[in-house]
């Protein structure tokens, strides 16, 4: 099986949060992005690598349907690629795309933060 295909099966299950009792799934998709960053010589695919890593995060966090604490799992770990994208910024395109992931990220924060507070809310009425 090929680097992109094991990144491909564990994005999805990232994605969808079919394990969240286990960070080590979501360690593995940064290692497997890592390896895959390694492997590439050109600056753009790495770029694009990590992107697309922000990006399912990103998609993680905002999906209501995905379980909670899985979703907190996503927040804690999404300045991984967030910093690699900062490392690897040259271009004036990419640190405008790097700062639209930045206020998508803020954004989320503040919905997934007020998302929290009602669920912990309606627990505490239960």
Known sequence: MSIKTDLNNIETLVRNGVYPDSPSVLSYYFDIAES????QLIPQQKWFIF???SQTLLDVIYDQRVDIQWR?????????????????SKTEQEWAELRSIQYQLSNSARQFHAQELCHKHSSFAS
Do not use: A, G, T
């Open 36 to 39: 895959m960053v390694s492997s």
């Open 51 to 53: 992107v697309r890593v």
């Open 72 to 88: 907190e799992l996503c927040v804690d770990n999404i300045y991984k690629p967030i910093l690699q994208l900062k490392r690897l």
